[in-house]
């Protein structure tokens, strides 16, 4: 009866949209077509294949390189379309153009010459080419609130990835960081949808440049679609459940906007939703993202979640039926990655008429095209000598500013910062002392365990002090390891003759599942070692390098000044000492809600029932909110105002704020503006950021910033999912400044429910 049901399922789903063969007009759409004309369909189901680097390489005396034998298989026998990852660890250049030239020489071998397509997780940078630029994590990139930086890291990577021969970066991640316990928070670019939206705009705009075919940009690939971001239970890969409504309001816009943005590719969440795997969803994966969305790129599933619908979503009796199943959802090419089963299923499947011809040329011709787009059948492989600015010192300065940038200052109590020069410093913490709590996974390896080998000649925390104030004046004691004390007696009794206590904790590196954790708090280790050297009164200055908002409530309530560092990447270390000596002016903000208690996770959209009732102490009540940050001088703002008292149907609003810089130094200033609508027929959010500038202000400078907003800005998504803008009061609200105003609609409602 399961099979039967499976077999049901997928011919209504062919009924349902066999008219959606690809509408091809453009000439590169007749060009792709003659060649699809010419493919058998073991060659198309060949395009729809990728494997991991494994499946074709060997290792000899610990180098891993390309067997003959396998990659012939792999074109010659199988077609492979895609090849990805990396075996082991990080390569040389040199050794990358090895393995993509043996990959592309072998595809020039068969019948149809087409080009192997090569995908890399460059998401910090290339993280898997050795001498690379390393950038902040993104959720430490949202931290910096500029976009510009993000065009700039974004621009580079992609420089550097053709520089490593590769033309596909999976990368952005778009997913909504909303709950602090999932371990790929530091992944995404926070809790705000709006944030994400335009920082990942920013950023694939560097990635895919005006031509993604050029030498020196890559194809985005934004992920993980969609709603991963928001498990139950807080760990990876595991149940959501997301109302369509709120899954629109708060998790769609950062995919929409990519689209809007030209990104070529698009990858799979790998967990599921009410019950559902995005990799089984036809809804999710074929009526929204191509009806809606009108996504025209590649859908490319991700690690092993084909098979997953089977061994562990338990939604496919057997390995084929969930091919047939994820297929016919809208899946284009399947990350199987370690065997060619997906290959046979599916030849099996068209062979049976369950998954129709037309959604095989459907999904090849959107590969095909990609990789026209790229240039790969004109240049399979790139020339070693067009990239001399590779890991120059010209990339490495836009690291280094946007470790600076995102670096958050949280706490300042009596300016103890920024330090003199000349103070003794204890530096002491689990994370004083490794490039690990500084890159974070994905960094030379997937769980970025061999950063400190491989981030040569890099600052950690320790080091970078060392090298600002110089080592005479800088003692070093672990004090704690990630989760037991460690020779904490000898921290204690070092601080004493300290004039101030760098105190560095948070996590070490981790990617994916393996950083599932049940407790929200720091481990006790670090938190005793806090509380041990607070018995000192010497002053702590607490550094927090972590991946997460880890709860430090304990601890911090001990510091004299708090510094978020997230993972500031290989730069994040001299970027803090340059901000802790006065250096350098940190301007971060917070792009998450910085929970106070382990179970108070409350983002900071909240609906008003969560700020608590006036006889209730539990309400929103985070140690520190989104968009938090402080600087060493201070801004003022005044003078809001709209350029006009009503908003209409079709009209655009200007409002302008004038900021000033009140104190004596240069600094940068987020200025963040928030909208809030009084009354609506969906429970309103307490407030949503709605736009955002970044201004550098001279001592006593004012510059007036201003905003556009228009009716859609203020929309929300209603009972029906469909995006409206209600009439009504609305407040806008920048730093300490508000002003109401109303807007009039004469649209009436349509209940349909349509987009």
């Not at 349902?16 to 792709?32: E, F, M």
């Not at 050029?214 to 149940?239: E, I, Q, S």
């Not at 004046?473 to 101030?500: C, I, R």
């Amino acid at each position: 009866m399961r099979k039967l049901f499976l077999f049901s399922t997928a011919m209504l789903w062919v009924l349902c949209i066999s008219a959606q063969a690809p509408k091809t007009g453009s000439d590169l759409d007749k060009k792709v077509d003659a060649l699809i004309a010419k493919m058998t369909l073991e060659e198309k189901v060949g395009q729809m294949t990728e494997v991991t680097s494994d499946v074709v390489s060997t290792t000899k005396n610990g180098v891993h390189e390309i067997d003959p034998e396998k990659i012939k298989e792999a074109i010659l026998k199988y077609h492979v379309g895609s090849i990805l990852n990396v075996s082991g660890h990080a390569y040389e250049r040199k050794h990358w153009y090895e393995v993509i030239s043996t990959i592309q020489a072998e595809a020039a071998q068969d019948r149809l010459k087409i080009p192997v397509i090569y995908g890399i997780d460059a998401i910090h940078g290339v993280t898997y080419t050795l001498g690379s630029t390393l950038f902040p994590q993104e959720i430490a990139m949202a931290a910096t609130f500029n976009r510009t930086i993000a065009y700039e890291a974004g621009t580079i990577t992609a420089y550097e990835t053709r520089a490593s021969y590769i033309p596909w970066n999976y990368s952005p991640v778009l997913d909504l960081g909303k709950n602090p316990l999932w371990p790929r928070i530091y992944e995404t670019f926070g809790e705000d949808p709006y944030l994400g939206k335009t920082m990942g705009a920013s950023i694939i705009h560097g990635y895919q440049g005006s031509d993604v075919g050029d030498k020196y940009h890559v194809a985005a690939c934004m992920k993980h679609y969609l709603g991963y971001g928001d498990p139950l239970d807080g760990k990876d890969r595991t149940p959501a459940w997301i109302p369509d409504r709120y899954m629109r309001e708060y998790f769609l816009p950062q995919f929409a906007e990519a689209v809007k943005e030209g990104a070529k590719t698009i990858m799979i969440n790998s967990g599921e939703i009410n019950g559902v795997p995005l990799h089984a969803s036809h809804y999710m994966l074929t009526d929204v993202l191509r009806g809606e969305l009108h996504f025209e790129g590649i859908a490319v599933s991700d690690w092993r979640d084909i098979e997953y619908l089977h061994d562990r979503h338990h939604i496919a009796a057997t390995q084929k039926d969930a091919v047939m199943i994820a297929v016919n959802a809208g899946v284009d090419m399947s990350m199987v990655p370690l065997d060619y089963s997906f290959y046979g299923y599916l030849i099996e499947l068209a062979k049976e008429g369950k998954v129709p011809m037309w959604r095989i040329n459907e999904a090849v011709h959107r590969i095909l095209k990609v990789k026209y787009e790229l240039g790969l059948f004109e240049r399979p492989v790139g020339n070693p000598d067009d990239y001399p600015k590779f890991g120059s010192e010209e990339f490495r300065k836009v690291s280094l500013q946007a470790a600076t940038e995102a670096i958050t200052l949280l706490k300042n109590t009596n300016n103890i910062l920024p330090l003199k020069k000349g103070v003794k410093v204890l530096v002491t913490g689990p994370t004083a002392n490794t490039m690990r709590s500084l890159d974070g996974g994905w960094s030379y390896t997937w769980q970025g365990e061999q950063s400190d080998n491989f981030a040569v000649g890099k600052n950690n925390i320790l080091k970078a002090i060392q090298q600002k104030i110089g080592k005479e004046n800088v003692t070093y004691e672990a004090g704690a390891s990630f989760d037991s004390l460690k020779n904490v007696e000898d921290a204690v009794k070092a601080a004493k003759n300290a004039d101030a206590i760098v105190l560095c904790l948070g996590e070490l590196s981790y990617a994916e599942n393996v950083g599932n954790i049940d407790d929200l708090n720091l481990p006790w280790a670090q938190t005793e070692l806090a509380l041990e050297l607070a018995k000192t009164g010497k002053p702590i200055i607490l550094v927090l390098a972590e991946a997460r908002p880890r709860v430090v409530t304990e601890a911090e309530s001990h510091s004299a000044a708090t510094v978020m560092m997230y993972l500031a990447g290989n730069e994040g270390g001299d970027a803090l000492a340059n901000i802790l000596f006065g250096d350098a002016n940190p301007s971060g903000r917070l792009p998450y809600t910085y929970p106070r208690a382990p179970d108070a996770l409350v983002n900071y959209y909240r609906k008003n029932l969560e700020n608590g009732n006036s006889d209730d102490s539990h309400g929103y009540n985070p140690l520190y909110e989104f968009g938090f940050g402080l600087s060493y001088t201070t801004f003022s703002y005044s003078n809001l105002r709209l350029s006009q008292p009503n908003l209409k149907d079709g009209e655009t609003m200007t409002v302008t704020v004038d900021v000033k810089n009140t104190g004596q130094r240069e600094g940068m200033e987020s200025v963040l503006l928030y909208s809030r609508q009084e009354y609506a027929s969906i429970t309103p959010d307490f407030k949503r950021l709605r736009a955002y500038q970044k201004v550098d202000l001279k001592p006593g400078e004012m510059k007036t910033v201003s905003f556009k907003i228009t009716p859609h800005d203020l929309a929300f998504v209603n009972d029906l999912s469909k995006t409206v803008t209600e009439a009504g009061e609305f407040k806008i609200m920048i730093g300490d400044q508000s002003q109401a105003f109303n807007f009039i609609s004469n649209t009436v409602p349509d209940r349909s429910g349509k987009l």
